[in-house]
């Protein structure tokens, strides 16, 4: 049974709402997801916290990146209903990448703490989260989740503090401290957008299975599909399709590209 076909039998009533209440952790009624917490981290000298959702799936089950790949369901948040929070950063680790009934997906396997840092509009006052995460979780079928997620994120209590350090240590590095440049981008227009190309190169050979993920800023109803990347020793071409009607050029500084290889992530910012 393919991975997205079975999406589309699952009702939207059959969504999950997962109350959650750090410290506690929440055993979820889900297929394939074992618990999810908030874990509350940890205040900085400029008044952010760090804090990260602590996701445990059951064993072989999987969630995803924030480029999903084929079929997959990137998460999405909602912390609109939250009280001092000016706005937030997600810090994501390296996923690893699956193939699964001939499609290729980027996420995590078993467990997944995403670490997010929380910026408040008054850093003299408590912030408060409270608010949804959306995100699927798959095995050989997909079951699409939402959990309520809240929390209390004290100024002077540090809770979890490895547990989110070790995830922050997975981010990806930068292309300059992996050795790896953008040589060259070309944008083509087709009808309804752009065929998107970045020619990457590294100081020494990239892995042979090795992938380069494009992502852009456009709005919400476009559409960025990825295509096969081509390794040859220390060169990679990276290609998506970036359907969106009402771009009509590509701004090359925010083009971003994530080399994913042996667990690990390379990011470069900006084309030349």
Known sequence: MGIFATMKHIRLSQLALIALATPAVAQSPILGLDSIDVISGWRQADGSQIAAVDIKLEKGWK???RVAGGGGVPPQFDWSRSENIARFEIKWPAPKVFYDYGQETIGYKDKFVLPIVFYPI????PMNLDGTMDFGVCENVCVPVRSNLSARLPARVTVGKSTIQTALKKQAISGKAAGVTVTNCAFQPIKGGFEIQADLKSNK??????????????????????????????????????????????DRSKL???????????ELLGCS
């Open 63 to 65: 969630t995803y990146w």
């Open 122 to 125: 008054d850093a003299t006052k």
């Open 205 to 250: 050979n990239f892995h042979a299975k090795a992938i380069g993920v494009v992502e852009y800023p456009s709005g919400s109803d476009d559409w960025l599909q990825q295509q096969p990347s081509k390794v040859s020793q220390n060169q990679l071409t990276a290609n998506a399709i970036l359907y969106a009607k009402d771009v009509a050029f590509i």
């Open 256 to 266: 971003r590209v994530t080399v994913l290889q042996n667990g690990k992530a390379i």
